[in-house]
Protein backbone atom coordinates (compact mmCIF):
# COMPACT_ATOMS: atom_id res chain seq x y z
CA UNK A 1 0.00 0.00 0.00
CA UNK A 2 1.27 3.34 -0.86
CA UNK A 3 0.02 6.62 0.67
CA UNK A 4 0.91 9.75 -0.57
CA UNK A 5 0.68 13.22 1.24
CA UNK A 6 1.65 16.59 1.62
CA UNK A 7 -0.19 18.40 -1.04
CA UNK A 8 -1.76 21.63 -1.22
CA UNK A 9 -2.61 25.06 -2.56
CA UNK A 10 -0.02 27.13 -3.23
CA UNK A 11 1.24 30.36 -4.79
CA UNK A 12 3.78 30.12 -8.33
CA UNK A 13 7.08 30.53 -7.43
CA UNK A 14 6.56 28.54 -3.75
CA UNK A 15 7.51 25.03 -2.87
CA UNK A 16 6.13 21.88 -1.49
CA UNK A 17 6.91 18.61 -0.27
CA UNK A 18 5.04 15.52 -1.35
CA UNK A 19 6.06 12.09 0.59
CA UNK A 20 4.35 8.96 -0.07
CA UNK A 21 4.81 6.49 2.74
CA UNK A 22 5.21 2.32 1.94
CA UNK A 23 3.32 -0.90 3.89
CA UNK A 24 3.04 -4.18 3.27
CA UNK A 25 6.21 -4.84 0.96
CA UNK A 26 9.90 -4.65 1.28
CA UNK A 27 10.06 -1.30 0.45
CA UNK A 28 13.85 -1.03 -0.83
CA UNK A 29 13.03 -3.91 -3.20
CA UNK A 30 11.40 -1.33 -5.49
CA UNK A 31 12.55 1.73 -7.47
CA UNK A 32 10.17 4.49 -6.95
CA UNK A 33 8.48 7.12 -9.10
CA UNK A 34 6.12 10.05 -8.58
CA UNK A 35 3.70 10.69 -11.69
CA UNK A 36 1.15 13.63 -12.17
CA UNK A 37 -2.59 13.87 -13.62
CA UNK A 38 -3.77 17.60 -15.11
CA UNK A 39 -7.25 18.08 -16.03
CA UNK A 40 -7.92 16.47 -19.01
CA UNK A 41 -4.57 14.97 -19.85
CA UNK A 42 -2.62 11.51 -19.45
CA UNK A 43 -0.33 10.53 -16.16
CA UNK A 44 2.40 12.03 -16.91
CA UNK A 45 6.04 11.06 -15.59
CA UNK A 46 7.81 13.54 -13.47
CA UNK A 47 10.77 11.82 -10.96
CA UNK A 48 12.01 8.38 -10.30
CA UNK A 49 14.14 6.71 -8.02
CA UNK A 50 16.23 3.38 -8.42
CA UNK A 51 16.21 1.21 -4.98
CA UNK A 52 19.54 1.94 -3.31
CA UNK A 53 18.65 5.81 -3.80
CA UNK A 54 22.00 5.53 -6.21
CA UNK A 55 20.28 6.74 -9.78
CA UNK A 56 17.36 9.32 -10.08
CA UNK A 57 15.28 10.23 -13.34
CA UNK A 58 13.64 13.73 -14.12
CA UNK A 59 11.14 14.49 -16.76
CA UNK A 60 12.46 17.65 -19.07
CA UNK A 61 9.67 19.98 -17.29
CA UNK A 62 10.61 19.64 -13.73
CA UNK A 63 14.64 19.11 -13.67
CA UNK A 64 16.02 21.58 -11.88
CA UNK A 65 13.07 22.23 -9.64
CA UNK A 66 12.06 19.21 -8.16
CA UNK A 67 13.64 16.87 -6.12
CA UNK A 68 13.02 12.75 -5.18
CA UNK A 69 14.70 11.08 -2.18
CA UNK A 70 14.04 8.24 -0.65
CA UNK A 71 14.56 6.74 3.04
CA UNK A 72 14.16 2.96 2.98
CA UNK A 73 14.40 2.45 7.08
CA UNK A 74 11.41 4.75 6.88
CA UNK A 75 9.77 2.87 3.80
CA UNK A 76 9.41 6.86 2.66
CA UNK A 77 10.07 8.91 -0.53
CA UNK A 78 9.51 12.51 -1.16
CA UNK A 79 9.30 14.72 -3.89
CA UNK A 80 10.61 18.07 -3.10
CA UNK A 81 9.07 21.21 -5.62
CA UNK A 82 10.59 24.40 -5.67
CA UNK A 83 9.74 27.54 -8.22
CA UNK A 84 6.53 25.87 -8.78
CA UNK A 85 4.88 27.09 -11.61
CA UNK A 86 0.73 26.80 -12.39
CA UNK A 87 1.75 24.22 -14.76
CA UNK A 88 2.29 21.55 -11.91
CA UNK A 89 -0.97 21.81 -10.94
CA UNK A 90 -2.06 18.21 -10.93
CA UNK A 91 -3.00 15.35 -8.88
CA UNK A 92 0.14 13.56 -7.94
CA UNK A 93 0.51 9.35 -7.89
CA UNK A 94 3.24 7.60 -6.28
CA UNK A 95 3.87 3.94 -7.32
CA UNK A 96 5.92 1.29 -6.69
CA UNK A 97 8.12 -0.83 -9.30
CA UNK A 98 9.84 -3.88 -9.25
CA UNK A 99 12.87 -5.37 -11.02
CA UNK A 100 15.52 -2.72 -12.34
CA UNK A 101 13.65 -1.83 -15.59
CA UNK A 102 12.50 0.58 -17.12
CA UNK A 103 10.72 3.35 -14.50
CA UNK A 104 10.07 6.10 -16.76
CA UNK A 105 7.46 4.80 -18.05
CA UNK A 106 4.21 3.72 -16.43
CA UNK A 107 4.18 0.32 -17.73
CA UNK A 108 7.10 -0.47 -15.00
CA UNK A 109 5.07 0.67 -12.08
CA UNK A 110 2.79 -1.87 -10.31
CA UNK A 111 1.83 -0.61 -7.09
CA UNK A 112 -0.13 2.98 -7.41
CA UNK A 113 -1.17 5.35 -4.71
CA UNK A 114 -4.53 7.16 -4.45
CA UNK A 115 -2.81 10.44 -5.25
CA UNK A 116 -2.94 13.80 -3.60
CA UNK A 117 -3.57 16.73 -5.31
CA UNK A 118 -1.32 19.73 -5.62
CA UNK A 119 -2.97 23.31 -6.88
CA UNK A 120 -0.68 26.22 -8.27
CA UNK A 121 -2.32 29.49 -8.11
CA UNK A 122 -0.77 32.70 -9.95
Known amino acids: QLVESGGGLVQAGGSLTLSCVGS????????MGWFRQAPGKERDFVAAIRRSAGSTYYADSVKGRFTISRDNAKNTVDLQMNSLKREDTAVYYC?????????????????WGQGTQVTVSS
Open 24 to 31: GRTFSNYA
Open 95 to 111: AAAPGVGNIVREYGYIY
